[in-house]
């Protein structure tokens, strides 16, 4: 009998630590848990949100995850989903959609995305935008200000105004390259403007 409970338990603690998650902080987001979603085991320090077949301007995102001290962070990963070239998150396996990718910082705390430029939402007045989420491991997840771009009409002086600059800032000054690939540069400060980060 003692035996079929050890083993009992042996299970319950393997299940407990495939299905660990990082806690969810900073506060409410639509879907926050959803970073885990689907997240593949091996991650690399470059990765795809679209694929190279899918519409659109093609966009290089790049960028340095930090710690509060300046030092890179490396082991961090970086989460992001974006609308496509109509505005609109294409169906997906989680609400967040098909256009979602994930990237391991490298030793020098660097990650990438391969990717397409984000339209506005059809006929409304918020700016094109990249959703981004931090997941530390063995600490916490949250989500950190949007890349969004300086050269975007939409993106007026009030909506800079409500840019809480989670993570630093997310405005990136984006450059388009001889090949026509939009390259943009959104560095990340870990637990920078969010609530309950120790
Ligand atoms: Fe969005």
């Not at 190279?52 to 300046?70: C, I, M, W």
């Not at 430029?117 to 935008?129: E, L, M, V």
């Amino acid at each position: 009998m003692s035996r079929v409970i050890t083993f009992s338990f042996f299970l319950l603690m393997c299940f407990e630590a495939a299905s660990a998650q990082e806690p969810v902080i900073g506060g409410p987001c639509q879907g926050c848990e959803l970073v885990f979603a689907g997240m593949p085991i091996e991650l690399k320090s470059s990765s795809r949100i679209a694929s190279e077949s899918e519409q659109g301007e093609p966009l290089n995102l790049r960028g340095t995850v930090y710690k509060a001290d300046g030092t890179p962070a490396s082991g961090i990963i970086v989460y992001a989903y974006q609308t496509n070239a109509k505005g609109v998150y294409p169906k997906g396996s989680t609400n967040h959609g098909r256009l979602r990718g994930w990237a391991r910082t490298d030793v020098n705390g660097k990650y990438g995305f391969k990717t397409i430029r984000p339209k506005a939402y059809p006929g409304r007045d918020i700016p094109q935008h990249i959703h981004l989420h931090i997941i530390e491991p063995n600490k916490a997840t949250y989500y950190i200000d949007d890349v969004t771009f300086s050269d975007d009409p939409l993106l007026t002086s009030e909506h800079r105004k409500k840019d809480n600059c989670r993570g630093g800032c997310g405005e990136s000054q984006p450059t388009r390259d001889e090949q026509g690939v939009w390259q943009v540069r959104r560095d990340i400060i870990l637990g920078e403007a969010i609530p309950g980060y120790e």
